[in-house]
């Protein structure tokens, strides 16, 4: 790739982001009045955001370090898709040829890394057996017209590991990262390009494809690999015990509701049937509705005076381990207790019928962000029950 060509490629990204067959996002870097290829991507997980990235363009200096040269930032169609995917390439005409770099963000500086190496690339390209290596002076191998290619997952993977292992301070290539920890690729950001020379008016076409992968589910935008809830989040997703919202965000600090707490348990105990409640603010057609005629039949969350259970009532901390507490004897777990509360600052504010919960839950782990005090009556987040959730399945697997 040319400097010229990045350049012409970089100002089109920044310009226009069109949208192709199946969904799937193209940035142009010459505007073609057709797409000259398809991507296709069948995965259990897949989705399409705009996302504005922040990329710092690096070059070779004289002694061949990569030094940064430029940094830009774009709005661009991010696709993203589960390790289970299928990702298709079939060119609809002839001479189109593949390459894939990485994006990276070794220093989690938030700004992605991208090399450009005039006359030593540094990218992938891709052959007609769909298997990646690093580009060759004589170029990529041309696809046939018509032909389905695939491009594996665990590919991407790989090489996106190999790739941040050659930007290291020690490896072929190192950057002029800093000192200081190399931050984990979770999730390898691909960009993939389908090449074309138009024989026409002999001028070089790029379709632009961003992709990130990821193992089981795919980990909503509001939930950061660096906090302290991550894993845990991660599990109840990919147990199925949470979903998030419809805009495709989690909440993590977003309050729990009663209606909320009762889907949950609900949900890992296998969506039993249960006889409908006669809970006056709860009707046959809403979506707590099952769960709720569960807790309340087998006894895990009881309802208020006048025959309310006021679904959107958030909890507190003492609650959700009171009902936590309940799930567990009925789930036949083994009950560890013991803990001394007095060593909390603010075990006074326990409620009388809380205490026993409380040791449960300080015992076991399951409250976290806990210092010298526990906050028995703050209204616990979304967060905070995945982490208990997450704890709570732990200890009960080493038992």
Same mark, same amino acid.
Request: net charge negative; charged share 20%; hydrophobic share 40%.
């Given at each position: 790739?040319?400097?010229?060509?990045?350049?012409?490629?970089?100002a089109?990204?920044?310009?226009?982001?069109?949208?192709?067959?199946?969904?799937? &996002?193209?940035?142009?870097a010459?505007?073609?009045?057709?797409?000259?290829?398809?991507?296709?991507?069948?995965?259990?997980?897949?989705?399409?955001?705009?996302?504005?990235? &922040?990329?710092?363009?690096?070059?070779?200096?004289?002694?061949?370090?990569?030094?940064?040269?430029?940094?830009?930032?774009y709005?661009?169609?991010?696709?993203?898709?589960?390790?289970?995917a299928?990702?298709?390439?079939?060119?609809?005409?002839?001479?189109?040829?593949?390459?894939?770099?990485?994006?990276?963000?070794?220093?989690?500086?938030?700004?992605?890394?991208?090399?450009?190496?005039?006359?030593?690339?540094?990218?992938?390209?891709?052959?007609?057996?769909?298997?990646?290596?690093?580009?060759?002076?004589?170029?990529?191998?041309?696809?046939?017209?018509?032909?389905?290619?695939?491009l594996?997952?665990?590919?991407?993977?790989?090489?996106?590991?190999?790739?941040?292992?050659?930007?290291?301070?020690?490896?072929?290539?190192?950057?002029?990262?800093?000192?200081?920890?190399?931050?984990?690729?979770?999730?390898?950001?691909?960009?993939?390009?389908?090449?074309?020379?138009?024989?026409?008016?002999?001028?070089?076409?790029?379709?632009?494809?961003?992709?990130?992968?990821?193992?089981?589910?795919?980990i909503?935008?509001?939930?950061?690999?660096?906090?302290?809830?991550?894993?845990?989040?991660?599990?109840?997703?990919?147990?199925?015990?949470?979903?998030?919202?419809?805009?495709?965000?989690?909440?993590?600090?977003?309050?729990?509701?009663?209606?909320?707490?009762?889907?949950?348990?609900?949900?890992?105990?296998?969506?039993?049937?249960?006889?409908?409640?006669?809970?006056?603010?709860v009707?046959?057609?809403?979506?707590?509705?099952?769960?709720?005629?569960?807790?309340?039949?087998?006894?895990?969350?009881?309802?208020?005076?006048?025959?309310?259970f006021?679904?959107?009532?958030?909890?507190?901390?003492?609650?959700?381990?009171?009902?936590?507490?309940?799930?567990?004897?009925?789930?036949?777990?083994s009950?560890?207790?013991?803990?001394?509360?007095?060593?909390?600052?603010?075990?006074?504010?326990?409620?009388?019928?809380?205490?026993?919960?409380?040791?449960?839950?300080?015992?076991?782990?399951?409250?976290?962000?806990?210092?010298?005090?526990l906050?028995?009556?703050?209204?616990?987040?979304?967060?905070?029950?995945?982490?208990a959730?997450?704890?709570?399945?732990?200890?009960?697997?080493?038992?």
């Open positions: 790739m040319t400097t010229k060509r990045y350049k012409r490629w970089m089109a990204a920044l310009a226009a982001v069109m949208t192709a067959a199946l969904s799937i &996002s193209s940035g142009l010459l505007p073609a009045a057709e797409p000259f290829a398809e991507f296709r991507i069948d995965a259990t997980g897949n989705d399409i955001r705009d996302r504005t990235i &922040s990329v710092a363009l690096y070059r070779r200096d004289k002694s061949g370090q990569f030094q940064v040269d430029d940094t830009v930032e709005t661009c169609k991010l696709n993203r898709a589960t390790m289970d299928g990702f298709f390439i079939q060119p609809k005409a002839d001479g189109v040829w593949v390459t894939v770099d990485y994006l990276t963000d070794m220093n989690g500086d938030g700004t992605y890394e991208l090399l450009d190496g005039d006359d030593s690339p540094v990218w992938d390209v891709m052959d007609l057996q769909g298997s990646l290596a690093p580009a060759a002076e004589e170029g990529a191998p041309t696809l046939t017209n018509g032909e389905t290619y695939i594996a997952p665990e590919l991407l993977v790989h090489r996106s590991k190999e790739a941040v292992q050659a930007r290291t301070a020690g490896g072929a290539a190192p950057l002029d990262v800093g000192q200081g920890d190399i931050a984990s690729q979770d999730f390898p950001l691909c960009m993939i390009k389908l090449h074309r020379t138009d024989p026409a008016d002999g001028e070089d076409y790029v379709q632009t494809y961003y992709l990130e992968i990821y193992d089981r589910v795919l909503p935008f509001d939930i950061s690999p660096g906090s302290w809830y991550y894993d845990a989040v991660k599990f109840v997703l990919a147990e199925g015990y949470f979903a998030g919202t419809d805009d495709g965000l989690f909440v993590p600090d977003g309050p729990l509701t009663r209606a909320q707490l009762a889907q949950v348990l609900w949900t890992m105990s296998g969506s039993q049937n249960a006889q409908m409640s006669q809970f006056s603010d009707s046959a057609d809403d979506w707590y509705c099952r769960a709720v005629s569960w807790c309340q039949q087998e006894g895990l969350i009881s309802g208020y005076n006048h025959n309310t006021a679904p959107n009532d958030p909890l507190s901390r003492e609650q959700m381990v009171s009902i936590l507490l309940r799930y567990a004897r009925h789930s036949g777990v009950l560890r207790t013991g803990a001394d509360l007095s060593q909390f600052s603010d075990a006074a504010d326990i409620s009388p019928w809380a205490v026993e919960s409380m040791k449960w839950a300080i015992t076991n782990s399951l409250l976290p962000n806990i210092e010298d005090s906050r028995p009556g703050e209204t616990v987040t979304r967060a905070e029950l995945a982490a959730l997450y704890t709570y399945e732990l200890n009960s697997s080493m038992r």
